[in-house]
């Protein structure tokens, strides 16, 4: 039993026609025929009932056509993993992350990355989360690493990490006693950060203006600031 036999055989079966089959199949009748009646002597069985005006599938046709469709499903599938495979072979990705923290959170799962797919050339693009955002809208990258949470009206997210936060302040500073703080309690502090475009602004807007709850922010020690 042959491949092309189950789908010249399926595609009979769904035109109910031998001509319209071999239309649609871009074969000669004849060699469709031949096909058909070799699958039957083969499975000694008969698949067509061809006394009546019209052409139907006999009691045996109708199983051996559940067990053909499923069998072309498992090969299409095979071809799509093996085309899939085949794909990540060559080519570039192109990766947006963060700045500082993206290359040492990350090194590991790239190192592994191109030791799995050495034929393929990874390029990393170190920006903040709002603009790795806006290059995948733009298809200018492939995959992107950003701080939680995104629109997921436009993204397909999935979360790789999750990391505590820690605040850094003087020890005479209100809050120094607290175990924990919220960020809409540093509302009106000072903070020393990054040059704007670099840091991800998202989780402190929403927590800052919205009252939300969040984790311990990351911060650096300075007189004048937290």
Known sequence: MEYLQLRYFAEVARLQSFSKAAEALHIAQPSLSRAIKSLENELGVVLFDRTTRYMRLTDD?????????????????????????????????????PPVIGASIFAGIIAGFRSEYPGIRLRLVEEGGKIVERLLIESKLDVGIVVLPVDEKQFESLTLTERRLSLVLKADHPLASNDSVRLSELRGESFIMFKKRLLSLRSRERSLHRGKDSSLISLTRAPNGI
Not at 75 to 90: A, F, H, K, P, Y
Request: net charge negative.
């Open 61 to 97: 046709g109708e199983i051996v056509l559940r067990h053909a469709t499923a069998a072309l499903s498992m090969i299409r599938d095979l071809v799509t993993t093996l085309n899939e495979g085949r794909q990540l072979q060559s080519g570039e990705l192109l990766l947006g992350l």
